[in-house]
């Protein structure tokens, strides 16, 4: 088992900057893939970025592109979101997932492992 906690999230205006942490706990942190995926109201659950087990591969969505960064530090068994120049719409409910695999995944189905959520609300 694996439990996650997201923190970070928050209201901030269009153009600012959050970063979200999602802590590890339970298994080895280094053997998970981790992703951040959002849900904003009346919307599928979509990924936002994916990172590998030693982060040495990275995946976004296209919207995101440019203005948010992945990371991780297994040491601290956590996992990173650096969001910047924000939209309203980013706007959403956050979450970090959990794979016990190798690889980069950007399905909800993929994820084993699923945090509560931290919500990101972006004023214009």
């Known amino acids: 088992q694996v439990q996650l906690v997201e923190s970070g999230g928050g209201l901030v205006q269009a153009g600012g900057s959050l970063r979200l942490s999602c802590a590890a706990s339970?298994?080895?942190?280094?053997?998970?893939?981790m992703g951040w995926f959002r849900q904003a109201p009346g919307k599928e659950r979509e990924c936002v970025a994916a990172i590998t087990l030693n982060g040495g591969n990275t995946y976004y969505t296209d919207s995101v592109k440019g203005r948010f960064t992945i990371s991780r530090d297994n040491a601290k068994n956590t996992v990173y979101l650096q969001m910047n120049s924000l939209k309203p719409e980013d706007t959403a409910v956050y979450y970090c997932a959990a794979r016990f695999k190798s690889g980069v995944y950007y399905y909800t189905d993929d994820y084993d492992y699923w945090g509560q959520g931290t919500q990101v609300t972006v004023s214009s």
């Open positions: 339970g298994r080895t942190f280094s053997s998970f893939a």
